[in-house]
Structures are given as C-alpha cells and as structure tokens.
C-alpha cells in the first residue's frame, strides 16, 4: 500500500469521478485507475461502484476512507514536523483570491513576505469566495480569501476585517437615486452577482424588508464587470465602498446616500494545516497589512 495511492482514493472519493480526480492530481485517468486497482487488489475488498455517471463508494469504502484519510493526514503531519525541526518555511503557497491584488494589500504583503521568507513562493488563482472555501477543504488551495460567512466544514477561518459597501449607479442617475428610499431603489435596474457570491445575500437582506424585489436586469460574476455594467448605465449595484468612492472620483458614479451592511472579510486554511510553518508564515505576514482583531487577541492570550 502506497501514500499514492490511499491519495488517489480520496480523490475520486471526493470527485466522485475518474477524471475529475486525475485532473486535481495532475495526473492521467488510466494511472489513477490502476492505482485504484492496486488498492482493491490489496485491500481485497472494492471500495467503488463504477457507474456510466462516476464512481460511488461501496460500503467497505466508506468505512475504509476515513482510515485512508487519517493515514495521509499523519503523513502530511510528519512531513509539517521535520520542517518546523529544520525551521524551513519554503515552497510554493497556493492562494485563492476574491478580489483585486490591491484590495488585498497583496503587492505590500509580498514584497514583505520575500525579505522575510525568500524561499517562500506565492501563487495567486482568481476565484470566487465560495470557491476559495472549498478549494481549501479539497486540497486544491493552501489558503484563500473570501467574503461573508463560512458555509464549508473542516476549514479553519481567521476573520480580516469588516468591510465597507455602498449601492453605485451611473453618475446621471444622481438625482433620481442619491436619496432614493429602499422602494424606489428595488425599481431601479440592478446588476446583480450569481446566488453563491455573499454580496448576493447582503442584497437580499437589504430589502427583506421592501414592498418589492429588486429588478434583476444582468446576473454576473465579476467585480469588473459589475464595475463595467454600472458605467454603462445598465443597472445599479452593491460592491465595495472603496470601490464607489473611485468611481465617484472619476466621475463616472454615485452612490445612494443611505446606509448599506458591511461585509466580513476573511482567510481560509485547512484546519488540519493551521500550525504548519508556511501557514504560520502567512498569517503573520497577514496580521502586518489587516486588523485581525481576533487573531491577534489569540495570540496574546497564547
């Protein structure tokens, strides 16, 4: 039995497709299949049902995962071990983003980081905050950002900060809009994010409480194109306050004058790999550029 193999079970267990699987382990098909084979030949029992629309635990593989998954956790255990022995915070470092570099404080935070850790690389993947979560569970990300609350179990979330939103429409708008009240913004046309984005939910929070839903006149995924949408007139939405305040700045936006909620901005690691030295590594180099209120408090109390 082969840590590679107990890897690819997993894997497929948690894809619950051959390809999917290979793809995540940068892999081909054939070779996470023979590995599978491998096992079962080993184990002597199955451990998937192989279907035309994936693959699906057997009994005795439900009951033999959580072995496996127990077994790759030490291994990844030892290894965090040896390296906090030798003090190495080294290799590449995965990171999920949800929004801008600048936003993120991310150009500061690299450049300190390399002075400090030069063996450390960084590498940054756009996603969306949902994404980011789950990724991070899956092993796909080391650590990513995200908006609004946590929905993903066996992630470990340290809270950055609370940031501030505000509805922007197209400047020529203004009069109409500045001192609108929640009725008459809900008339407006909205560009609204997909149902998995947290501003999504802010939005629907905002007006729980209006005679009428927002029009909803274009769903998108992306600050920029929301940000584009917006200049072009064809439609209003909630972003980030910064984010109004430039557009304002430039001359093309405005915001309405009432108030908006604020939305939570946090990082995500596995919970299994918070006290590894890279990880370690990062949030410190995070508590320099971001409150961290509560981070910081943990500390102290440690």
Known sequence: MELSQLKAFVTVAEEGHLTRAADRLFTSQPAISAKLKSLEESLGVPLFNRTAKGMTLTAAGEKLLVQ??????????????????????????????????????????????????????????????????????????????FFGPCTTLDVHTIHLDDIETAILAPACWAEKISYASIDELANFPWVYTTERCPF???????????????????????????RELVKAGSGI?????????????????????????????????????????VIQAWLNELAKFWPMKEYRAQQLAN
């Not at 802010?202 to 909803?216: H, N, S, V």
């Open 237 to 277: 939405a909630l972003l980030r306050k910064d984010d109004a305040e430039k557009a304002e700045a430039e001359g093309w936006g405005v915001s309405w004058k009432g108030r908006t909620p604020p939305i939570t901005l946090s990082i995500a690691v596995a919970a299994q790999r918070l006290h590894e030295p």
């Open 68 to 145: 496996a998954q127990a077994i790759l956790d030490a291994s990844q255990q030892m290894e965090v071990e040896a390296k906090a022995i030798k003090g190495q915070v080294g290799g590449v470092l995965s990171v999920g983003l949800n929004s801008d570099l600048a936003f993120l404080k991310l150009p500061e935070l690299l450049a300190d980081a390399s002075s400090h850790y030069p063996d450390l690389q960084m590498s940054f993947i756009n996603g969306m905050s949902f994404d980011n979560q789950v990724d991070v569970r899956q092993g796909k990300l080391d650590t990513g950002f």
């Open 200 to 226: 999504y939910q802010l939005k629907e929070t905002l007006f729980q409480d209006a005679k009428t839903k927002p029009t909803k006149a274009v769903f998108v995924d992306c600050e920029d194109a929301i």
